[in-house]
Every structure is written in C-alpha cells, then in structure tokens.
C-alpha cells in the first residue's frame, strides 16, 4: 500500500459544481496534510493545509480531514474552468524527529472544468 | 530570492553524459529537498539537506545521483552516467524550519531534464 492514494480520477465536473477530490494515507503518525495545484507544466503550488479533524475553508476550498479513517479530501465549490489543474495531496511523514519530516505526495488527481 | 529559482530550466543530456541541476532556495529558508516527478505522477522525494547538513537521502535511486549544499544555501543535484530513465522533471523545495514544518514548502519551477 501506497504512503499516500489519490486513486478516483480523471474527474470532469461541469462550472458551477462541486468538484470533491479525495485522499487516503497510510500513517497514523502523520500530522499535517496539504493540498496542492499543478498546472499542466508548471510547478506545485500551495492551496490549503489542514492540522486538525473536521472542515477548513477558505473561499471556495474547504478541506476535510478524518484522521481515524486517515482520509482527507478537498471540496472546490462553484467549479471555474481556471480550477483545471492536476490536484496533489501531501502528508507530513514524520521522520526521526520533527526536524526531519517531509511531504509525501499521492500521484494527483487530473480536475477537468468544463464550460 | 523572492522565490525558489532552479537552471537550468530545460536540459537534454545524451546517454551517459552527467548533469548538475542548481537550486537557489528562499532566502533564509533552513530546509531545502529535491525531488523527482516523472510524467503523470506525483513527486517522489530524493534527498532533504537542513542548513550544509544532508540529513535523508533515502529517495536517491542509486549511487549515480547526488546532491550538495556545502554553504547550506544553495544546492545542487548532480546524475553521472545519465539512463534514459532519469528522464523526469526535477523539483526544488525549501522551508523556512527543520523539515516540512507545520506549512509545507514552497518549490522551484523545476528543471526538465530529457536524456536521449
């Protein structure tokens, strides 16, 4: 099993919908969880981190994080088309001590928006 | 630097030539990491240096791959001998504390590297 799952996807939601993309992660030492963007050729880029159980929103973002079932997800709300990116969901793997930790990504979700 | 800055931005190598890939991460950040990030896929994490200290290098696919950061500024991975299979987009990250920290990293643009 893979540290961090991304499997749903390609996802093609129409302007205007909700578009859910989830994660699932195989450490229940993990502490923090990411999400970023990547456009086709470009870099990650940061949209949102969550710490702690429940909903975190921010605009049209929310991230929803259940560490007992070690999944997270984001919700984009009134899907633009400018939100067709790949979407990467990050973990924080703990090393040996803080100091240490790193991101460790899924393999991403592909979000088509279409007009 | 206002933000992570990686050259070069594009490389073609011919099999078996070697590489050096520069990254200048944000200024003051302690914590810089490589990764590699093949076509479709998510970036897989090569090696994390905290100041001149390289503290994991466990995603290093093999003895042909290294990095440096002798000033604990800026850094740079190196590939001797590159196989086709190196052909990816190499990222750079940096952080401003020990390890990923409670706010993730920021990366570079990244350098494609193509080996023919």
């Known amino acids: 099993q893979k540290e961090v799952e991304q499997n749903s996807g390609p996802l093609s939601v129409p302007e205007g919908a909700i578009a859910s993309l989830n994660c699932t992660y195989s450490?229940?030492?993990?502490?923090?969880f990411f999400w970023y963007r990547q456009y086709s050729g470009k870099s990650p880029e940061l949209i949102m981190f969550?710490?702690?159980?429940g909903d975190k929103e921010d605009g049209r973002f929310t991230a929803q994080l259940n560490k007992a079932s070690q999944y997270v997800s984001l919700l984009i709300r009134d899907s633009q088309p400018s939100d067709s990116a790949t979407y990467l969901c990050?973990?924080?793997?703990?090393?040996?001590?803080?100091?240490?930790?790193?991101?460790?990504f899924g393999k991403g979700i592909t979000l088509s928006v279409r007009p | 630097g206002a933000g992570v800055s990686q050259s070069p931005r594009y490389k073609v190598a011919k099999r078996g030539q070697d590489v050096a890939l520069r990254c200048d991460p944000i200024?003051?950040?302690?914590?810089l990491f490589w990764y590699q990030q093949a076509l479709g896929q998510g970036p897989e994490f090569l090696t994390y240096?905290?100041?001149?200290?390289?503290?994991?290098k466990s995603g290093l696919p093999s003895d042909r791959f290294f990095a440096e950061r002798p000033e604990g500024s800026v850094s740079t991975l190196k590939i001797q001998r590159t196989q086709q299979e190196d052909s990816a987009v190499y990222l750079c990250?940096?952080?401003?504390?020990?390890?990923?920290?409670?706010?993730?990293?920021?990366f570079g643009s990244g350098t494609r590297l193509t080996v023919v």
């Open positions: 990250a940096s952080s401003p504390g020990g390890g990923a920290g409670g706010y993730g990293y920021t």
């Open positions: 450490d229940r030492g993990s502490q923090s």
């Open positions: 969550i710490y702690s159980n």
């Open positions: 990050a973990v924080n793997i703990i090393g040996r001590g803080r100091a240490n930790s790193k991101l460790t």
């Open positions: 200024s003051g950040h302690v914590s």
């Open positions: 240096f905290q100041n001149e200290a390289q503290l994991d």
